[in-house]
């Protein structure tokens, strides 16, 4: 696109302003009357319109029309330039990550092997930068090479979808890029956060408290810890380990492998974890909770936390924390409980049952990236404790940051409730998708994947080939699939063992074929099999009944 010489012009009317059209040549802007708002390189090979509430794109291929292919340096003068890179980037984004990405019609992923992938992407950093076009390609590829995570056919993990509304607060918090450990640089987001948590607490049951957003539930699990033992004794975070008598926590084997790393990292070492016996089901006995308090008791060891789990990673299990409480209530012991996993569910009236007795948990782990879809990353770490323990036991009083002599109430600095310095915003997607679900539309997600991963169930049980590994109480979903070669053989001596073979080998296949993503793992004496996690908002039965026929399909010759 051309204006008399063949230079080729970028056309940008910004946001919020439809009637001005900046007109780009060789760095050059000029501004005329236009209810155009963009002309750019954004894909396809035809003209088409996009059309928002602010701005119209007219899409081009395949000239870039916003400057000459210069380095972006070049941007560095033209607020004009920038931000018609930026749509330019962002058009890439809602065609690449978001419409395809989440459409049933499209690859989950783009499956290269290591060393092509790196040819592909054309990793090398060089002293020379790139012209614009090539940073838009560049843009382009990362995303086509990338897993789509918001997928309806990414079954992989405990997290996907792809929430708008969390999805735009995602992109607000990156655009202001502030660090949230002063109300001087953050107030909106403290006084956010403040209320996002408050309302969090509530659905634990607790009135009042405190808390913080940690980078993943791993660092929540870490920090309780790190609480439990600071409150018992405060000495250590002066002194040392060397005032410290030998420490024993509690936690079942089906619990998160980060209570194992967090004992290691704060120097309690691995053995002060004590294993608590897990039911058929996965859940902690605690009867055998019971029993390993006295034994570490006896040993000389000081009991001072036990880590409950609600929603364990593979089998969905949730311990009985009422039961697990009245342990800790006789015993004197902190009660953690990592809701990473299932603490979504106490926003469902029908299904919150399973977290009776969280209320009197000391500590509460809570990761909304993951059923609720809020976008990772997004992890609460929540406290019954009033007294300022979180500040108490990891500040430090940098006087650069947290000067007590402010204009403001230095209350709302929380910067020294954590170990980090800079931390990010997590509480902007969380709220901003909260405001427009509700808390009644996000009930209605939670109970939707409840009632999928059942149709998932009875739907296999009409199907031969498909065994699961338990009645699930929760979305995670466990089975076999047992091939044509197998079925019928249960009695074989090594048909465990040529089961257990099954699911890496479909796992190759649906992968390097971009239908669908579903993990699988060996648990305790079973061989492997999958686990799909129903937690997508934009699974439909439609996806459920795709997930078994491709899995007949990919294995009718096994």
């Known amino acids: 696109m051309d204006e008399g010489g063949g230079d080729p012009l970028g056309l940008l009317c910004p946001v919020g302003r439809p009637e001005k059209l900046a007109v780009y040549r060789g760095g050059q802007t000029r501004v005329k009357e236009s ?7 954004f894909g396809g090979g035809q003209k088409r319109d996009w059309q928002c509430p602010h701005v119209r794109v007219l899409r081009v291929r395949p000239k870039i029309l916003m400057a000459d292919s210069e380095a972006l340096s070049s941007l560095a003068g033209d607020p004009m330039a920038v931000e018609a890179l930026l749509q330019a980037v962002f ?17 989950v992923c783009e499956w290269k092997e290591p060393e092509e992938l790196k040819q592909l992407l054309d990793l090398e950093l060089r002293s020379q930068g790139e012209s614009q076009e090539q940073i838009l390609e560049r843009c382009r590829a990362v995303i086509h090479y990338s897993v789509k995570t918001g997928h309806p056919r990414f079954f992989n993990q405990l997290f996907s979808g792809l929430d708008p509304h969390a999805l735009a607060g995602r992109i607000i918090t990156e655009s202001l890029n502030t660090s949230q450990y002063t109300y001087e640089i953050a107030p909106v987001f403290v006084l956010m956060e403040e209320e996002v948590l408050r309302k969090l607490r509530a659905l634990v ?61 704060l120097g309690l070492g691995t053995d002060s974890v004590r294993v608590v016996k897990a039911d058929e089901r996965g859940r902690m006995v605690p009867e055998d909770l019971e029993r390993q308090i006295s034994m ?26 009422e039961a697990i409480a009245d342990v800790c209530q006789r015993h004197g012991l902190w009660l953690h409980v990592d809701a990473a996993w299932g603490g979504s569910v106490l926003l469902s009236q029908t299904h919150r049952h399973l977290l009776d007795g969280i209320q009197r948990a000391d500590s509460v782990a809570w990761n909304p990236h993951k059923l ?28 650069y940051l947290f000067q007590q002599d402010k204009f403001y109430d230095v209350e709302l600095d929380t910067g020294d409730k954590v170990v980090q310095c800079g931390r990010r915003v997590d509480c902007l997607k969380l709220w901003l998708m909260w405001k427009a679900q509700g808390s009644q539309g996000l009930e209605r997600r939670i109970d939707q994947a409840f009632a999928l991963a059942r149709y998932l169930v009875e739907e296999m049980k009409k199907r ?41 080998v479909l796992k190759e296949r649906m992968v390097k074929e971009g239908s669908m993503m579903i993990g699988y793992q060996p648990h305790g004496t079973r ?24 899995l007949e399909r990919l294995g009718q010759d096994l």
């Open 464 to 504: 031969e080939g498909f065994e699961l590994v338990m009645e699930p109480e929760f979305v995670n979903v466990c089975f076999w699939f047992v091939p044509p070669s197998l079925r019928g053989k249960q009695d074989s001596p090594d048909y465990h063992k040529r089961l257990s073979t099954v699911a890496p």
């Open 35 to 41: 209810s155009r708002a963009i002309a750019g390189c």
């Open 205 to 265: 049951g607790w009135s009042s408290g405190d808390g913080i957003f940690c980078p993943g539930g791993s660092i929540s699990n870490m920090y309780a810890v790190n609480l439990a033992r600071y409150q018992r004794y405060p000495d250590c975070k002066q002194r040392g380990l060397r005032t410290l008598p030998p420490l024993a926590l509690f936690t079942s084997k089906e619990c998160h492998y980060s209570i194992q790393k967090g004992a290691a990292f």
């Open 527 to 550: 061989g492997n099999f999958f686990r799909v996690v129903v937690a997508n908002p934009a699974l439909t039965r439609a996806d459920i009944d795709f997930l078994l026929n491709e």
């Open 372 to 399: 609720l879809a809020a976008g990772l990353q997004c992890s609460a770490l929540l406290l019954q404790d009033t007294s300022n323990l979180l500040k108490r036991c990891h500040g430090s009083q940098a006087s």
């Open 296 to 321: 570490a008791e006896a040993e000389g060891a000081v009991p001072f936390l036990v880590s409950a789990t609600c929603g364990t990673t593979v089998l969905g299990a949730f311990d009985p924390l």
């Open 91 to 107: 058009g890439i984004v809602v065609d690449e990550a978001i419409q395809k990405g989440t459409s049933a019609s499209e690859k």
